[in-house]
């Protein structure tokens, strides 16, 4: 457990505007590769509901919380608010993001 103190996990659980479900779709894509590049990404799984097409989960594990202040900042998710900033409507109807610290 000692190694694992430091690292960050994250769940992110989105829902897509209905009728946006592939658009959102797309853009969460284009975030896997880049964000698995990163030096500091563990793990980065983007996860589509079975029976609702509009809602999606990221698991997302960085080594520690400089790696996610990192991985906030990339280009890759720059674009990803400036595509939904300039969305006439946003295609992310909700987001909840729940941060988790692994203890055993």
Same mark, same amino acid.
């Given at each position: 457990?000692?190694?694992? +103190? ?79 900033? +300039? +969305? ?15 203890? +055993?």
């Amino acid at each position: 457990m000692k190694d694992n +103190a430091t690292n960050v996990i994250l769940n992110v659980h989105m829902k897509a505007l209905p009728g946006h479900e592939e658009e959102l779709f797309a853009l969460l894509q284009a975030m896997v590769e880049p964000t698995r590049a990163e030096a500091g990404c563990m793990i980065y799984e983007l996860h589509r509901d079975a029976e609702d097409a509009g809602r999606f989960m990221f698991y997302e594990r960085f080594v520690n919380q400089e790696a996610l202040d990192s991985h906030v900042a990339t280009p890759h998710l720059t674009h990803f608010r400036a595509v939904r900033a +300039a +969305a006439s409507p946003d295609p992310l109807e909700s987001q909840v993001v729940t941060k988790w610290k692994a203890v +055993a």
